[in-house]
């Protein structure tokens, strides 16, 4: 839904399952997931007390909190944040990732800062956003351990990866999803 929703797992959730974008657990055998087609999932663990989590942050839920959220909750259930390990799987990357200044304009109102993830683009009033280096920084922000990005870009790699964007550039009706999955 792209949120800062972080929901907490404590077994399968049979029929309805809460909305929100992180799953986070405590449970040994119980698998989080998320699915994306350009927003970036992440996976974190605390290998000391084996919690869990998996993110889905699209830029609205990385700028509104998603990454917090999740580690909040993972701090909740008794993970330490400076033990948390996390990746960052394949999303759009910034030579990809085209937006107006608009955009821009959002993210340095929201998170001075911010600016070092915007880059010329195009022509005057676009600009290239790196969402994998900003969702970096919100690890860092949250006090996360150790985070890297696995440097894979959707969508610019079809023949690997789904993309949204590069679905609505050719005029698809429809793009697949990437599922993350980690498991305690």
């Not at 701090?75 to 990732?97: D, N």
């Amino acid at each position: 839904i792209h949120s800062a929703v972080a929901r907490v797992a404590e077994g399968p959730w049979n029929g309805d399952r809460p909305e929100g974008d992180a799953v986070v657990s405590a449970e040994p055998g119980l698998l989080c997931s998320v699915l994306t087609a350009d927003c970036a999932p992440i996976l974190m663990a605390d290998p000391e007390t084996r919690i869990v989590a998996a993110v889905h942050a699209g830029w609205k839920g990385a700028l509104g909190g998603v990454v917090h959220s999740a580690v909040s909750a993972m701090q909740a259930l008794g993970a330490e944040p400076r033990r948390i390990l996390a990746v960052v799987g394949p999303c759009i990357a910034s030579a990809s990732y085209e937006v107006g200044v608009d955009f821009e304009d959002r993210f340095i109102h929201h998170d001075p800062g911010s600016d070092r993830f915007f880059h010329p683009g195009e022509t005057d009033d676009k600009r290239q956003f790196d969402l994998p280096g900003f969702v970096l920084w919100r690890l860092q922000q949250a006090g996360v351990g150790q985070a890297v990005w696995t440097g894979h870009d959707t969508c610019a790699d079809a023949d690997r990866f789904f993309s949204n964007r590069r679905a609505f550039q050719h005029n698809e009706p429809d793009f697949g999803r990437l599922i993350s999955v980690i498991g305690a």
